[in-house]
């Protein structure tokens, strides 16, 4: 499985908004501009990540986006699936022979499991500095 650009910056728009939780929405223009990212493919990505209740928008000349819940309920595996579809190293595992369908299924696994427990607001502490470790993904 390859994590496309969809995936990834979709977990920025995220990240983004995880940091200026309770602060009040952020534009989609800020988070472009700060991250060198185009505006234009933002707001594609942004729509399915509302549509899921991931984040909520808030019109007007102050308005923006802000995460729909607190950053430590949201994990990077929640933006990944809604981004980039279900995760699986390979399609038709069903049909492989057992010892490479149980490699695959392992893999797979392994990689649930790093998304799932990394939320966005470990994604934000690690960003900003405030761990002191590296973040440490196991697979």
Same mark, same amino acid.
């Given at each position: 499985?390859? *994590? !496309? ?5 979709? %977990?920025? *728009?995220?990240? /983004?908004?995880?940091? #200026?939780?309770? &602060?009040?929405?952020? #534009?989609?223009? +800020? ?6 990212? #185009? ?9 399915? $990540?509302?549509?899921? #209740?991931?984040?909520? !928008? =808030? ?14 309920? =949201? +994990?990077?595996?929640?933006?990944? @699936?809604i $981004? /980039? ?9 069903? &049909? /492989?022979?057992p010892?490479?369908?149980? $490699?695959?299924?392992?893999? @797979? ?5 790093? %998304? &799932?427990?990394?939320?966005? /607001? ?5 960003? &900003?500095?405030? !761990? ?8």
């Amino acid at each position: 499985m390859k *994590i !496309s650009t969809k995936g990834r910056y979709g %977990l920025t *728009i995220m990240i /983004e908004l995880a940091k #200026s939780y309770g &602060d009040g929405p952020v #534009s989609l223009k +800020t988070i472009a501009r700060e991250n060198h990212l #185009s505006e234009h493919y933002l707001e594609q990505l942004v729509a399915p $990540l509302r549509n899921a #209740s991931l984040v909520k !928008s =808030i019109r007007g000349a102050y308005g923006g986006y802000m995460l729909a819940k607190e950053p430590d309920q =949201i +994990t990077a595996g929640d933006v990944i @699936r809604i $981004l /980039e579809g279900p995760i699986t190293p390979v399609e038709g595992i069903e &049909d /492989e022979e057992p010892a490479k369908q149980a $490699l695959w299924i392992r893999i @797979r696994d392994a990689v649930k499991n790093v %998304l &799932d427990t990394t939320t966005l /607001e470990d994604l934000m502490k690690y960003g &900003d500095g405030e !761990s002191q470790e590296p973040y440490m993904f196991y697979i």
